[in-house]
Structure formats: structure tokens, C-alpha cells
């Protein structure tokens, strides 16, 4: 029989940069047990959000200061659930230490040259990506994204329905960071085809709806996701937080 000690078993740690809506849901998933992990490592510029976060778990968790004092702690896996700019201070020196990065603010990968096997993209507010890569294996057409929110999402306040962006996944991403990462990771799948995206302010809805239209070589995708907003970021669905959730799963397992 095989025992292994305390000692000998491989510590997991998860490293969260950014204690915001999705880093919260994030480290709430592993107080539940819903991803194996023995420590957290939090991580906000506002230092505030890291210590109320570890306050308000009953799970083991150090806050640090900045990404070295995280680094020096040796985390398993790090999910990025920051902003475009923290991936782009980051995720050189945690992919060169051999750590593995989930990276939710996606349009930070537009256009960069990052070539790692620890950059790790979770499907986010969306699905379906197998089948769109498997069909980009063949030979993609057209891809149109429509991604219609509430105007809280916008801090706007048209009383009708208002198109507010029309054109390139990559414009869209730098134009909305905070509101089009669906189209970022889209651009990603469907490579070398392009991704025309219609951004809707629209205050006839309540939830983030994403619909992905793709014609290919042999046949054509409709894909439609309506997500609940969260209370406290109307521009992030749960269902992102929760795509990052299986991914750790799945990078943690034994
Ligand atoms: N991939 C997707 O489908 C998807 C979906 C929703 C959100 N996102 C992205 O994920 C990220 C997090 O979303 P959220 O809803 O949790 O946002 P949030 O605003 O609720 O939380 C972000 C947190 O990160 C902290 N932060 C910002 N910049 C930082 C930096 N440089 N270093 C350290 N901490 C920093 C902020 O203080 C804040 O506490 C955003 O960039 C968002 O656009 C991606």
C-alpha cells in the first residue's frame, strides 16, 4: 500500500491577481471544494480588496503586495482577473518562472507575441469554441459576433436600442476592454479568419447576450448565450468566472 505524507504531497496554490467580481468567485469556488487547492495567494492593487476578500473566506490565504512576494510563494497556477494591463506587466515573468496563467482579460493577447504553453484562455461568456476550431481546421467564411448589454454595462442611458460599435474584433477590443474579451477570444478560435463584431447599449434587455453566427466549408453555427450580468460589474457575466473555475479544475487535478 502507498502512503503519502502531508510533506511528500504536492501543495497546490492558486495565485488570484485581481480580488474583483471574478477573482472573488474564483476563491469562493475553492473554499466550496469545488477545485482541489490547498492555499490561495491574493493579489489587487487595491491592496483593500485582497486583505476583505481573504476576510471573507474561511479557506487558508495570503495576501501579498505585488507580483514577486506572489511569485516567491511558488503558486501552482495564477488566474489573471485583472485587466488588459495587468497581463500585459504580468504574464512574462509568471509564464518564464514555468507557472501557469488563466487569463480572463483576453484583448491583452491581441496583436502580442506571447508564445507559452502556460497561457492558458478559458472559453469565457461563451461556448461552443470545439466546434468553431474544429472547423477552423478547414476553412472558416465569416464570423459575426452580436453582443448586446443593458446600458448600465456602458454607464449609458439610451432609452432604445443603440449600436454603439460596428467593425474588427481587435479595434473592439481596444475601443471596449472591459466589454468585448468574448471578441477577443473568438479571434483566437477562428484564426486566420476574422471576427466582424455589432456592439449593442440596449435597455430592452437584462442580460449579456453574445450571438455567434459562423459560416465555414460545410455548413454554418448559430450559437447564442444570455447570461445573467453580475450585481456588482454588470459587464461580466458569471458564466466567465465559472469558465475559469473549470479550467483551474482541470489544470489542478492529480
Ligand atoms: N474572458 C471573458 O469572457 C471575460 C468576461 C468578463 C470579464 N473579463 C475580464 O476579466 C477581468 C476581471 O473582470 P471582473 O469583472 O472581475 O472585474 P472587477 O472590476 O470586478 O475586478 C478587477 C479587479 O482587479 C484589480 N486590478 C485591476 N488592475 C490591476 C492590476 N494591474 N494589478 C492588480 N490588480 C488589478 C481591481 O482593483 C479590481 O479589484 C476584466 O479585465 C474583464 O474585462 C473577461
Redesign the pocket.
Known sequence: MLVITMSEKKIKKVGI?????????VAQSIEKKIVSCDELVL????QN?ATELKASIHFPATVVQNLDEMLKLKPTVIV???????VR??IKPITSKGINII?????ALIGANYESEKIQ??????GGLDAISSAALTKITKVHLTTKKNPRAFEMDNKQPKLIYEGSSEEAAKLY???M??A??LSFIVKPAKVQVRLISDPTIKRNTHEIKVKWQFGEMLLCFSNDP?P??P???A???W?AIKLLSNLLKD
Open positions: 491577481i485581481g480580488c474583483g467580481v471574478i477573482g472573488t468567485l493579489y489587487d492593487h487595491i480588496k489573471e482577473a485583472a485587466s488588459q494591463k495587468a506587466d504580468y487569463v480572463m482579460s483576453s484583448g484562455v478559458p472559453s469565457g461568456a461563451i476592454p472591459r466589454s474579451n468574448v477577443s477570444t453580475h456588482q460589474n459587464r461580466t457575466s458564466l466567465a468566472a469558465s
